[in-house]
T-cell receptor, first 113, second 110 residues
Framework: DTGVSQDPRHKITKRGQNVTFRCDPI?????LYWYRQTLGQGPEFLTY????????KSRLLSDRFSAERPKGSFSTLEIQRTEQGDSAMYLC???????????FGPGTRLTVT | GQSLEQPSEVTAVEGAIVQINCTYQ??????LSWYQQHDGGAPTFLSY????GLEETGRFSSFLSRSDSYGYLLLQELQMKDSASYFC???????????FGKGTRLHILP
């Protein structure tokens, strides 16, 4: 059990560019979640998968955001045409049997200039 | 709508006991969980309550009152390493997402 990993850990991009983040969950975990966190706030739910099926996407998420989890293993989160307001920490978490006990990765810090 | 309220900051002395409260208003309720996050770190799961009452895990305990839409996290024998942010989180349904509060930053004085 190597824990949840995320790549890259930091990303600096110019406004208007597209970015893609990767999350590798704990290997036997079938549920995978994406969150966004800004300074002084709690993690904000973005979307979640059970195996390869995307079960819910936050209404706060614009059409510029898309996530995939092919084959129910790793997941990618893509942000198109980035805006300065997208600057945040993007966290991935996974869980096995429960919704409430989630294991978080170290996050990807995105800075949009 | 969904809302969780918790104090933004709490200060306590090393060795003391501190309670962090959480009240919630959600469209449904299945359980309340607590997470700890150190600066620069990832949130880590601490405890979960689905039923009324107290759950104890070492120095940490968590309480839930479903009728009052209220819970708290109790930290005993505070240590400097407990300085962190603590988040309460609700899952509105059994197999739904969890919704996090804004967090309480705990400062511990020597």
């Amino acid at each position: 059990d190597t824990g949840v990993s995320q790549d890259p850990r930091h990303k600096i991009t110019k406004r208007g560019q597209n970015v893609t983040f990767r999350c590798d969950p704990i290997s036997e975990h079938n549920r995978l979640y994406w969150y966004r966190q800004t300074l002084g706030q709690g993690p904000e739910f973005l979307t979640y998968f059970q195996n390869e099926a995307q079960l819910e996407k936050s209404r706060l998420l614009s059409d510029r955001f898309s996530a995939e989890r092919p084959k129910g293993s790793f997941s990618t989160l893509e942000i198109q045409r980035t805006e300065q307001g997208d600057s945040a920490m993007y966290l991935c978490a996974s869980s096995l049997a429960t919704i409430y006990e989630q294991y978080f990765g170290p996050g990807t810090r995105l800075t949009v200039t | 709508g969904q809302s969780l309220e918790q104090p933004s900051e709490v200060t306590a002395v090393e060795g003391a006991i501190v309670q962090i409260n959480c009240t919630y208003q959600t469209s449904g309720f299945y359980g309340l969980s607590w997470y700890q996050q150190h600066d620069g770190g990832a949130p880590t799961f601490l405890s979960y309550n689905a039923l009324d009452g107290l759950e104890e895990t070492g120095r940490f305990s968590s309480f839930l009152s479903r009728s009052d839409s209220y819970g708290y996290l109790l930290l005993q024998e505070l240590q400097m390493k407990d300085s962190a942010s603590y988040f309460c989180a609700v899952n509105p349904a059994r197999d739904d997402k969890i919704i996090f509060g804004k967090g309480t930053r705990l400062h511990i004085l020597p």
